[in-house]
């Protein structure tokens, strides 16, 4: 049996498999189990208020309570959970998608060394492209629905009537085309930078942490690596989130021009110098405390129950973790 055939066996190896179903069982948990409190009743809420901040542009800055008290009297009481069904089912196949090449991608290239950080940061980039390619028809869909029926500051918004998602998915191609489902790829594949950082620092934090002794990371270690990781990873590709989230949203100045990569360029550069001459670089960060609230504790969170599900399935099948 050639190396060729060796990494490809890799690729599809059932413990790669065990990874992906991890990481997609634990937002699946994240968003639909019950228990004290699920992760998507507490933080949904306040991924709604940053949306609306990054995409109202009219909407003056306020604090996050300020924000969903306004959505909530304006819009009724289950406003801010607008769009809850739809993010279970980007998250869970994103993750799936993320988690699968990022540990497919170790396993094959490793081949029992010692993983780096620049190793997980170049594995992590190249996971996040994959996912971005495969799922953004999901999250542009997503972004969509989660909008729709939004009282918005912007009168120049125009208002959707989507049943649904697959009648979502129908309209944009039908009305906009099919490409339109990728509005946002470009800033998108920026954005892997996000998940690569989040995993560099998570590893780095755990093996520093691992060093010399041979045990798991307790429930407070991961949870507290988790949120680190996350913060320092969405502060630095926060201003790219909101250009994406506004190129999604689909209703923007799209600057007309023949080449498809250079027009995804010029509008994202459009995006970025004109919200920065309304409003200052702080512009650029409108909703960053709802944004930072929200991801840090559901990524802690993501990481601690990842741990312990991927833990749990390797002793359950004979595997032990790489």
Not at 21 to 30: C, D, E, H, P, R
Not at 184 to 210: C, D, H, W
């Amino acid at each position: 049996m050639g190396s060729k055939d060796l990494k490809l066996m890799d690729v599809f190896s059932y413990e790669s498999l065990v990874h992906a179903v991890a990481g997609a069982m634990v937002k699946t948990q994240l968003f639909i189990t019950t228990g004290s409190v699920t992760a998507m009743t507490v933080f949904f809420p306040l991924d709604t208020a940053r949306l609306r901040l990054q995409v109202d542009e009219k909407r003056k800055a306020k604090s996050t309570p300020a924000i969903l008290s306004e959505i909530i009297k304006e819009e009724g009481l289950l406003a801010p959970y607008r769009g809850w069904f739809p993010v279970i089912c980007s998250l869970c196949c994103s993750n799936f998608v993320y988690f699968y090449c990022f540990h497919s991608l170790k396993a094959t290239w490793l081949q029992g060394q010692r993983s780096t950080p620049g190793r997980d940061l170049i594995f992590g980039i190249a996971a996040g492209v994959v996912n971005v390619l495969v799922t953004t028809p999901l999250w542009v869909v997503n972004t969509r629905l989660k909008l729709q029926g939004a009282k918005f500051r912007n009168e120049d918004i125009q208002p959707t009537h989507y049943n649904g998602i697959i009648d979502a998915f129908v309209q944009i191609m039908q009305q906009e085309g099919v490409g339109a489902l990728w509005n946002g790829t470009f800033p998108s594949l920026l954005l892997v930078l996000n998940p690569a950082v989040q995993f560099m620092i998570y590893e780095g934090l755990k093996r520093q942490l691992m060093r010399g002794v041979h045990r798991e990371l307790s429930s407070v270690e991961v949870f507290l690596i988790g949120a680190i990781a996350k913060a320092v990873a969405t502060t630095i590709t926060y201003p790219l989130q909101t250009v994406q989230s506004v190129l999604r949203f689909g209703q923007h100045g799209q600057p007309a021009d023949q080449s498809k990569l250079l027009n995804s360029l010029r509008s994202v550069m459009f995006l970025l110098i004109n919200r920065v001459r309304k409003w200052g670089v702080l512009g650029l960060f409108k909703g960053l405390e709802a944004k930072l609230l929200q991801t840090v504790l559901t990524a802690a969170l993501m990481f601690l129950l990842y741990e312990k599900i991927a833990n749990s399935t390797f002793r359950v099948m004979g595997f032990r973790a790489q």
